[in-house]
């Protein structure tokens, strides 16, 4: 797989290319299903003009800016964003920092902006209902001009629709936040996933028999507190082990401040500290609990267990 270039800015993009660019712009936050109709058309767009397909995203969410009491939580962590544009073979990818400046250029100087950063650009394209420029007066109309007295084309891509509502960031974090990570899994078009290096805890687990990895959270999307059923392998690793996880402040045993990501491999386990993993998390099995002490938590843990190597051993994962 082509590692994509990455630019921390727009600033900063210099594909060493004179190849015309096809841009796909947006949030992009968790790369969903209705994100890669987006994308895929631009890396369409590309391969028949041998040109390079990019994407343009932004970060921080600017309700950082606008609202920073009450921004919205990114879905993925910036690994995990990168890693899912990496999968979809784009050529490179600019992340511009979502800043007071940038928040103030006009709406009808924003192509212009564009073409002066990127002189080979050869076309746009966004969701339907996406919007741009100081206020976010631009839509897909205005864009569409703009595009068009700058002589490049712009594609607007239609919502996709799963189950008779929009796929959206919101429904997605709503699904992470409630418990229902198959439903986002869904909705996403891949396992959500979180990225984390295995640190030295106080050995808990292997004091009641069930060993664990524990990678810190770093994620600003919190995810229901609960055990899932999870795979772990290496970041770069194409060996997933089947695992059951809890993912809270453990309130049990010396409750924590921030949350923590404990996974137990079902079977040999290959990892030690210091090995940087990727999680998959793929069915919630209970919420966390505070059980009455130690003996009732392993009990249950035992019954996690259980439900865990039941899930991997069905039909769908066998």
């Given at each position: 797989?082509?590692?994509p270039?990455?630019?921390k800015?727009?600033d900063?993009?210099?594909?060493?290319?004179?190849?015309p660019?096809h841009?796909?712009?947006?949030?992009f936050?968790?790369?969903?299903?209705?994100?890669?109709?987006?994308?895929e058309s631009?890396?369409?767009?590309?391969?028949?003009?041998?040109?390079?397909?990019?994407?343009?995203?932004?970060?921080?969410h600017?309700?950082?800016?606008?609202?920073?009491?009450?921004a919205?939580?990114?879905?993925?962590e910036?690994?995990?964003k990168?890693?899912?544009?990496?999968?979809?073979?784009?050529d490179f990818?600019?992340q511009?920092?979502?800043?007071?400046?940038?928040?103030?250029i006009?709406?009808?100087?924003f192509?212009d902006?564009?073409?002066?950063?990127?002189?080979r650009?050869?076309?746009?394209?966004t969701?339907?209902?996406?919007?741009?420029g100081?206020?976010r007066?631009?839509?897909?109309?205005?864009?569409s001009k703009l595009?068009e007295?700058a002589?490049i084309?712009?594609?607007?891509?239609?919502?996709l629709?799963?189950?008779?509502?929009?796929?959206?960031?919101t429904?997605?974090r709503?699904?992470?936040?409630?418990?229902?990570?198959?439903?986002?899994?869904?909705?996403l078009?891949?396992?959500?996933?979180?990225f984390?290096?295995?640190?030295?805890?106080?050995r808990m687990?292997?004091?009641?028999?069930?060993?664990?990895?524990?990678?810190?959270?770093?994620?600003?999307?919190r995810?229901?507190?609960?055990?899932y059923a999870?795979?772990?392998s290496?970041?770069?690793?194409?060996?997933?082990?089947?695992?059951v996880?809890?993912?809270?402040?453990?309130?049990?045993?010396?409750?924590?401040?921030?949350?923590?990501?404990?996974?137990?491999?079902?079977?040999?386990?290959?990892?030690?500290?210091?090995?940087?993993?990727?999680v998959?998390?793929?069915?919630?099995l209970?919420p966390?609990?505070?059980?009455?002490?130690?003996?009732?938590?392993?009990?249950?843990?035992?019954?996690?267990?259980?439900?865990a190597?039941?899930?991997?051993?069905?039909?769908?994962?066998?």
């Open positions: 797989m082509k590692t270039q990455r630019f800015s727009l900063s993009c210099e594909t060493g290319s004179d190849s660019i841009l796909a712009i947006g949030m936050d968790g790369v969903h299903t209705g994100h890669r109709v987006v994308i631009a890396i369409r767009a590309a391969a028949r003009s041998r040109g390079l397909s990019g994407t343009l995203t932004f970060w921080p600017p309700s950082h800016l606008f609202r920073p009491d009450n919205v939580p990114m879905i993925l910036r690994e995990a990168f890693a899912e544009l990496e999968k979809m073979r784009i990818v600019v511009e920092p979502f800043t007071p400046e940038f928040a103030a006009e709406a009808i100087d192509v902006m564009l073409k002066s950063k990127l002189p650009l050869a076309s746009i394209h969701g339907d209902n996406w919007k741009f100081k206020g007066i631009g839509d897909t109309q205005l864009l595009a007295r002589g084309k712009y594609e607007s891509l239609d919502c629709y799963v189950g008779g509502e929009r796929v959206s960031s429904r997605i709503h699904s992470l936040l409630e418990g229902r990570t198959e439903e986002a899994n869904r909705l078009g891949y396992d959500y996933e979180s984390g290096e295995v640190t030295e805890g106080k687990g292997r004091t009641i028999g069930v060993p664990t990895l524990n990678t810190p959270f770093t994620g600003e999307l995810p229901k507190y609960g055990v999870v795979t772990v290496r970041e770069r690793g194409n060996e997933q082990l089947p695992a996880a809890n993912f809270g402040v453990r309130p049990t045993i010396n409750s924590l401040e921030e949350p923590l990501l404990e996974s137990h491999v079902l079977g040999e386990c290959p990892f030690t500290y210091g090995d940087r993993l990727r998959e998390w793929k069915r919630f209970r966390e609990t505070k059980f009455a002490g130690v003996d009732a938590l392993k009990m249950q843990i035992q019954k996690d267990i259980s439900e190597e039941a899930y991997f051993q069905s039909s769908d994962h066998g």
